[in-house]
């Protein structure tokens, strides 16, 4: 993995490389058309030869490549594991609605964060994902369900493995790359960015310039029960979020969604409901109540359908706007870092 990543350019970057290789101006946005078709080298039929001998020698054309499909025999959902060039494996999601067609992509291979509930964090981070392997998800994807008349990704999570804003710089390359007219053209309304709620990243976000949905990983109503869930509460309070958030909204007009993950005896009683509520009182917002995904490794099952819609009521009886998210994806291994873990254990098996 010693050579660079094209996709991790933009097209003024493509264009300063090109013309250092002597070759015309132009030929970048030919390039740069082919990256977002995930292509590599050899199918780039306008590309000369000597041109493709020149870019070879220190650059990769495809830093990601689908390893593993596996779709859902309940839904429409489909789960794809990826390999990078270095061997490690990511993974992500994609998940069909009736507005479009929304790829949950990771950002990073493993995570420090190490949630209660989630798999990701089990083997801590490995190392973050560049720009370019984070668009190369999207890219991939696309490649496999784009027809002429629709793109086959039309919205971008940010909520695969990994905690996007404790990898900063390239996650905000990756915003100005998918958004980019001559690339995938993505609306920045249709990318959400989920986060444990780093304060001080989700204020500079806002500060550069960058306006994804902000989607903010709470899942506790309270400070001493979030701590238990989530280490990274214990640097920042549920307060210190609401702070932020309120800024993020301020400098960006974007309503904030809570991410609210039930868990069976820990979180969804009528007293968390009520604390919830108040908590978000008056902020512009929305809550996410998610069933939540069986991990063998962490021991926590998740709410009935009963307690969620109670829950619920009460939350929207104190005036909160809530949905249930829909459960998608449970029998190929939806929650985050699951399946990963599973096909590298029976690999190595």
């Known amino acids: ?57 220190n650059y990769d054309a495809v830093g990601v490549r689908i390893y593993g499909e596996y779709k859902s025999k309940i839904d429409d959902t489909v789960k794809y594991l990826y390999k990078l060039r270095d061997g490690n494996v990511i993974e992500g999601v994609l998940m069909r609605y009736k507005y479009g067609n929304t790829l949950c992509v990771s950002t990073q291979v493993g995570c420090r964060m190490n949630c209660a509930f989630c798999a990701s964090g089990l083997d801590g981070l490995i190392r973050n994902l560049t720009a370019g392997e984070i668009l190369g998800q999207v890219i991939a994807v696309n490649a496999l369900n784009s027809t002429e008349s629709q793109r086959g990704v039309t919205n971008i999570v940010l909520m695969g493995s990994g905690e996007p804003l404790d990898n900063y710089g390239n996650v905000c390359k990756f915003l100005s790359l998918a958004s980019d007219e001559n690339g995938l ?46 280490p990274i509460a214990k640097k920042y309070s549920i307060d210190d979020i609401i702070g932020a958030v309120k800024y993020y909204f301020q400098k960006t007009g974007r309503r904030i969604i809570f991410e609210y993950s039930m868990i069976n005896g820990k979180n969804d009683g009528e007293s968390c409901a009520i604390q919830l509520a ?53 029998d190929i291994d939806g929650a985050c870092g699951q399946l990963r873990r599973k096909v590298i254990s029976d690999e190595n098996n």
């Open 1 to 57: 993995m010693n050579k660079m990543l094209l996709t991790d350019m933009n097209l003024q970057e493509l264009e300063t490389l090109v013309c250092e290789l002597g070759e015309q101006k132009f030929r970048a946005k030919q390039l740069y058309k082919w990256l977002f078709k995930g292509v590599d080298f050899a199918q780039m039929s306008n590309i000369s030869p000597n041109f493709i001998d020149k870019l070879s020698e």
């Open 185 to 230: 053209n993505i609306s920045r309304r249709n990318v959400s960015l989920s986060t444990c709620g780093l304060c001080d990243k989700i204020r500079q976000l806002a500060d550069d310039g960058y306006t994804p949905t902000m989607t903010i990983s709470l899942h506790a109503p309270n400070d001493v029960m979030r701590q238990e869930i989530m």
């Open 278 to 330: 108040e908590k978000v009182k008056g902020l512009a917002c929305h809550i996410n109540l998610i069933p939540l995904n069986y991990v063998k490794e962490r021991g926590l099952s998740g709410s009935s359908k009963k307690n969620i819609y109670r829950f619920m009521s009460i939350l929207e009886k104190n005036g909160v706007s809530v949905t249930v998210r829909r459960s998608m994806g449970g």
